[in-house]
Structures are given as C-alpha cells and as structure tokens.
C-alpha cells in the first residue's frame, strides 16, 4: 500500500510540475520543446523561432527604393512568427512607408517602423504535431529605406547611380568614362553582376562536411543573384533544388568586384549569417585563372543561424584592390533542422556591424565570369 502511495503520489508531483513548467512558458513564451537553446532563444522541430518576449525575428532590413518610383516588400515572408500565432503588421512612421496587410511600400528615404503583433498561442499538447505555448507580443523593426538620394548632374542615369553605390567602389570621378583598373582592365562600373553559381550534393551524417572534396556529380545545379537564401519562410524546407531537407553540402563559386577607393588597397570585412558550416575562399590574384585562394570566413561547424540573436554567426576581413575582380568559393552544408545562408560585409569603410543597418553583398557585385565588369 505505501509503494501504491508512493507511486501515485510520485505521479501527481510530475504531472504538477509539467503543467507549472508549461504555464511558465507561456508566461515568458520560452518554448518547451526538444530543440536546442542558443542564447535566450529555442529552435524547435520545424516551429520557426522565437525569442524569450515571443518576438518575431527579422531576416532582412536594409532595402534599397529604386531610383523611379516605390518598392514594395511583403514582410510576411521576411519575418519568421510563432506557428498557430495570428500576426499582423503596421506602421508609426506614414511619412516614409505605408503597410497594408503585410506589403510595406516606400514613400521617401529614412527609417520606416513598423509593429509586428502576434497573438497568443495556447498549448495543445494532444495534437500531432505538438502546440506549444507562446505569449502574445509587439514587436517594432526598422526597415532603412534608401537609394532616392541621387547625384545631381551625376553622368549616370539614376538607376546606373544606385547600382554603382550598390557595389561600393568609390573614388572613380567620372564611371561613364571606363576607368581602368589595377590590372589595366577597361570597366564599366554601371553594369550589374550577373549570379553566383552553385553545386548542391546530397549527403548522409557521416559524409556531409566535406571539406571542399566534393563527389563528382551533384544533385542540383544552379544560379542566385547574391548569397542570401533560406530552405523556406521557416527555415526548414528542402535545401537548394536537391528536395532533401538535411545533410546536404554545396559549393558556391563566382567573382566579386572588390570595393573601396578605385585602385587602392582595401580592406573588407565580411559577415556569414549561416545555418550550418560555411567557409568563404577568395583569390590573392585578379582574374580567371587565379588559383591562390585564401580563407577568409572560416566557420564549418554545425550551428544555428545568427538571426536568432540579431548578429553574425563569424567574420572575417581580406585585403585587395579595388576595383579589381576576385575569384571566390563558399562552402557550405546543412546537417539538420533550419537551413540558411547570406552574406554580408562593411565595403571596405571599415563600419562596425549593426544588426538593423547591416548590408548585404549586392547583387550587382558578383558575377559567374571574371569579364562581367569589362567595357566594351
């Protein structure tokens, strides 16, 4: 009889604390799961992310107005929100944007705000999969609107303006007059980039980092316009065109023109904001036929992505001409559960990184061939 005691009285205390530990975490809206903590946040099973205020998380906040008229954006697929949670967007800053629905839309240059509100989520803990608790919240982002500050009497068209500002490479007086660079290349500093290619490839726990000696097929072959991509607004679907959604590896190659004053030695720092390994490589030498690469960025580890906590997951800085036009590889895999990767630097003005007012390598900078930037 005292062992039956005992057991339902055992039995009683679990099931008390399990219900204190839940109403605690709605309380706080800290998730009960069996993710992993990373700082003051939890990444669950495919759940997306939240933090201990139940906070959305946003992706991405530099964005660039064409030079004519708006840009539009829907942050609903910028921002990861608690699943189940209700989530509504809105502005206090009408002068510079306006937000309806989810679409914010430009109206000047500065720093739009905007409120993100989610609703409660109650626990469900019979349901398949599992609800877990997350408490209502108001979150305020800052989106930097830029790119309408044009030069007057500029050679440049403005949208030529805003690609050159884009890549960062300054001190070129007059880029409609084909300035040349170290290498004593002719360029054509308005004309955008063109992709960064990659491989993707398959794998299985035990083969997935593979170090940059990769098999001799892969899975999927294909092109970004800059590296900043995610396996799904949560993070969690399949990865880069292979339908796999873990323990898959690829390699990125392309060529970056180098930023900074035209000529001039110039050193860049760059940021990985990466879920999981990612390893960046770029040439000492200008041009195609380079083979002397370098490690930059040196962050191969498993890990999750550095948004959770509003900063890079590692950094790394390289110095080169610019203007001149590099040749680089990214190596990348995605061992489990959230996949993602962009890349981000300070042009070569050596600025501290800044989560709101970070920038990502434009477009405009990459290329898949080294003659991408050459005048005609």
């Avoid at 700082?39 to 669950?44: E, N, P």
């Avoid at 007012?357 to 405009?364: G, I, W």
Wanted: one cysteine or more; aromatic letters at 10%; charged letters at 15%.
């Amino acid at each position: 009889m005292k062992k039956i005691i005992y057991t339902l009285f055992s039995m009683g205390l679990v099931a008390l604390l399990m219900n204190h530990a839940q109403a605690e975490g709605q309380k706080k809206s800290v998730r009960i799961s069996s993710g992993n903590k990373v700082g003051a946040m939890w990444s669950g099973d495919g759940l997306g992310f939240v933090n201990q205020f139940g906070s959305a998380g946003v992706l991405q906040t530099n964005i660039t107005i064409p030079a004519a008229g708006a840009v539009s954006t829907d942050l609903a697929t910028q921002v990861t929100t608690p699943p189940g949670a209700s989530v509504t967007f809105e502005t206090t800053t009408p002068e510079v944007c306006t937000v309806s629905g989810s679409t914010m839309t430009s109206r000047t240059n500065g720093d739009c705000v905007v409120t993100i509100t989610t609703g409660e989520v109650f626990a469900n803990m019979t349901s398949t999969p599992k609800v877990y608790p997350v408490a209502a919240s108001t979150t305020n982002i800052t989106l930097k609107l830029t790119g309408q500050v044009l030069i007057d009497g500029s050679p440049l068209t403005p949208a030529e303006q805003l690609i050159v500002t884009g890549m960062g490479v300054t001190g070129v007086t007059n880029p409609k007059a084909t300035p040349v660079n170290t290498e004593g290349q002719s360029l054509n500093l308005n004309k955008a980039g063109g992709n960064v290619t990659y491989k993707a490839y398959k794998a299985s726990p035990n083969t997935v980092r593979y170090n940059g000696n990769y098999p001799a097929a892969a899975s999927f072959t294909g092109t970004m316009p800059d590296l900043n991509w995610a396996a799904g607004a949560s993070l969690t679907g399949p990865v880069l065109g292979t339908g796999q959604y873990d323990f898959v590896a690829a390699k990125f190659e392309g060529y970056i023109l180098w930023p900074g004053t035209f000529k001039a030695d110039s050193r860049v720092e760059f940021y990985d904001v990466c879920d999981d390994g990612f390893r960046l490589k770029v040439a000492q030498t200008a041009g195609a036929n380079a083979t002397d690469f370098a490690t930059v960025v040196e962050n191969y580890i498993d890990q999750g992505p550095g948004s959770w906590w509003s900063y890079y997951n590692a950094k790394g800085s390289a110095t080169r001409k610019a203007g001149s036009v590099y040749k680089f590889t990214i190596d990348y895999y995605e061992y489990g559960g959230h996949a993602t990767c962009a890349l981000f630097w300070d042009k070569g003005i050596r600025s501290t990184f800044n989560w709101t007012t970070k920038t990502l390598v434009p477009a405009a900078s990459f290329a898949t061939s080294a003659t991408q930037w050459n005048a005609p």
